[in-house]
């Protein structure tokens, strides 16, 4: 009984033999009244502390996956399955909520970091530190724009991104989905039409239809939206805006080309457009880009960027940029509805920017993905899957299988442990796709792998 367990990782020893148990059991569909090999068999195969094992033994009895006999060790009690719903199960955007899952599977879908990924020793230090030093962050509402002293930290930040605006026009927020909610609910109507990418980000169409906003999608191709399929949507219906990726597109990965990016802004210009600029992977872009904020030089682009994909999903911070007038609206609506963003929080990422932590967080991240893309790129080229666009940075890769029957592909995924993303979570119409999301930070682990290789083409089938 292998159970890989990483020792580099941040999840504690004894619940990752929790999560590999609980899988090795799911995938084996082990019956009721099976007995474990011994504690001690388990800690030598797998150099492990008897300690460690029983413990993790102890805890799969508590939820009524193992029972324990006197003088027989630890013996399965009910199918890991069917021990799921007693579980918190994984969520993620973009998850199937009906497949369900156990906390033991691997999110190749998910949207984010792994928890394995997350760096604790700069984070830790700055809490203690905005804890000592900062009264006010810690009990004090922030104000209506956001903490001084991170608007100053994000300005400069956009400066390196050539998008040239003054401090008063950067307005933060609990993370990117508070500014996109503080964008369509001020700016937008129900019955007012826009153009969504498909495939795009799932939650926000969620938001959208919440808000009565109708969606025309156009193309994503590998060098941002198709253009001419735009140009011909804006001719037909005028809608009044469009959200778009610039870097790393989600699902997809692609990042605007140059001359895509100007033409998205001229179109905008010409048919009085609002464009809605998402780059909430932007920190995990190195090198020059184009942005469309850098582009516009009316107020018809508002930039959105985030922390919580980079940093922490806990600790939400994200921001706003957009024209005076623009801004005022969205504050006055950010304090109505929520009476501002955590300052605590503000504070916490404003002493990591200013001391270059996060900086050399993310150059980490970056090169870690980097390695493990161009892994995850080979593992699929020799199962055949077919991939949109070969992505040369962030978090995602966007493929499919070229088995023809694409349930027999989800049913690999559930028998190696994989949990895979909504066959309909990214389309704006809710239209099944057998394409999907990998996250590359996900796709290196052995079960993916696993995963990857049962469903190339020439292999037989093993259920």
Avoid at 157 to 181: F, M, N
Avoid at 187 to 216: A, I, Q, T, W
Avoid at 327 to 344: D, N, P, Q, T, Y
Wanted: aromatic share 8%; charged share 20%; proline share 5%.
């Amino acid at each position: 009984m292998e159970l890989r367990i990483d020792r580099q990782a941040l999840v504690p020893v004894v619940q990752q033999i929790v999560d590999a148990l609980a899988c090795w059991l799911r995938r084996g569909e082990v019956p009721p009244g099976t007995r474990l090999p011994s504690v001690r068999q388990i800690a030598r195969i797998n150099l492990l502390s008897q300690a460690s094992v029983a413990e993790a033994c102890e805890r799969l009895v508590a939820q009524g996956v193992l029972a324990s006999r006197q003088g027989a060790g630890f013996i399965v009690a009910m199918p890991a399955l069917a021990a799921q719903g007693q579980q918190d199960c994984p969520w993620f955007e973009g998850v199937e909520v009906k497949q369900g899952g156990t906390s033991g599977e691997l999110k190749l879908g998910c949207g984010g970091l792994p928890e394995s990924w997350r760096e604790t020793d700069d984070l830790s230090y700055a809490i203690r530190q905005v804890s000592r030093t900062d009264m006010t962050g810690l009990f004090n509402y922030s104000t209506p724009l956001g903490l001084p002293a991170l608007r100053q930290q994000i300005h400069k930040r956009l400066k390196h991104l050539d998008i040239v605006v003054d401090e008063s026009r950067i307005l933060t927020t609990a993370g990117a989905s508070q500014g996109l909610d503080l964008i369509v609910r001020t700016l937008f109507k129900p019955g007012d039409c826009v153009v969504v990418e498909n495939p795009g980000y799932s939650l926000l169409f969620d938001l959208l239809r919440l808000h009565g906003v109708n969606m025309f999608e156009v193309p994503r191709t590998p060098r941002g939206p198709d253009i001419e399929a735009l140009e011909a949507l804006l001719v037909k219906y005028r809608p009044c805006g469009i959200f778009i990726n610039s870097f790393y597109h989600n699902p997809t990965g692609s990042s605007l080309a140059p001359a895509v990016a100007q033409r998205v802004v001229q179109l905008a210009k010409t048919y009085g457009l609002l464009v809605i600029e998402d780059d909430v992977y932007s920190d995990f872009h190195s090198g020059p880009g184009t942005r469309l904020a850098a582009l516009g030089t009316d107020d018809n682009v508002i930039y959105v960027g985030s922390y919580s994909k980079t940093l922490s999903s806990s600790l939400r911070v994200g921001f706003v940029v957009a024209g005076a007038e623009v801004i005022s609206r969205l504050a006055e609506v950010k304090m109505i509805s929520s009476m501002g963003a955590s300052r605590f929080c503000e504070s916490v990422l404003a002493s990591l920017l200013a001391s270059g932590a996060y900086r050399k967080l993310v150059q980490r991240q970056r090169q870690r993905l980097s390695n493990d893309r161009e892994a995850a790129l080979q593992v699929l080229e020799d199962a055949e899957w077919e991939v949109f666009g070969k992505p040369v940075g962030g978090l995602f890769i966007w493929a499919r299988s070229r088995m023809s029957d694409y349930a027999l592909v989800r049913k690999q995924a559930q028998r190696f442990g994989v949990l895979l993303s909504s066959a309909t979570a990214f389309s704006p119409t809710a239209e099944a796709s057998d394409w999907q999301r990998i996250n590359v930070a996900y796709a290196c682990d052995p079960r993916a792998r696993a995963f990857f290789q049962a469903t190339a083409p020439d292999r037989p089938q093993a259920f």
